[in-house]
C-alpha cells in the first residue's frame, strides 16, 4: 500500500512541478514512445501501459485531461524545449536529457 501512495504522490507532484501551457484549458499534452511495452504502448487504437494508467489516475483526480502524442525521445526533447507538449513519459534520466528536462523522482527503477 506505501508503494502505491509513494508512486500516486510522485506522479502527481510530477504534473504540479513542470511548467504547464496547459493552464487556460486542463489538457496536458504528453509525448510518449509507442514502442516502449510495458510503460506504453498502443492497443485497439487506445494508448495503455503502467505509465499511461498511473498517469491516467493521477489527472482524473486532479482535474487535468491528457492528449498523447507519438513521439520518438529525440522529437520529444525537442517538442519540450519548443513549450510544444507538457511532459514526456518514461525518459531516461541522463545529463544531456537534464539540460532540457526537470525530472520527477523515479516511478520506476530496473537494471541493465
Not at 496536458?28 to 498517469?55: C, K, Q, W
Not at 531516461?92 to 528536462?101: C, G, K, L, T
Request: net charge negative.
Amino acid at each position: 500500500m506505501k508503494c502505491r501512495i509513494g508512486i500516486l504522490i510522485a506522479v502527481i507532484s510530477m504534473v504540479f512541478t513542470m511548467p504547464l501551457h496547459a493552464e487556460e484549458n486542463n489538457t496536458l499534452t504528453v509525448a510518449y514512445d509507442p514502442h516502449l511495452p510495458p510503460m506504453h504502448i498502443n492497443e485497439d487504437d487506445r494508448v495503455t501501459g503502467f505509465s499511461v494508467e498511473l498517469l491516467n489516475h493521477a489527472a482524473k483526480h486532479t482535474g487535468y485531461s491528457l492528449e498523447y502524442i507519438p513521439m520518438t525521445q529525440e522529437e520529444s526533447l525537442r517538442a519540450i524545449a519548443n513549450n510544444e507538449i507538457d511532459m514526456i513519459l518514461s525518459i531516461p534520466f541522463s545529463d544531456r536529457n537534464a539540460e532540457v528536462v526537470e525530472f520527477s523522482d523515479s516511478i520506476l527503477s530496473t537494471s541493465s
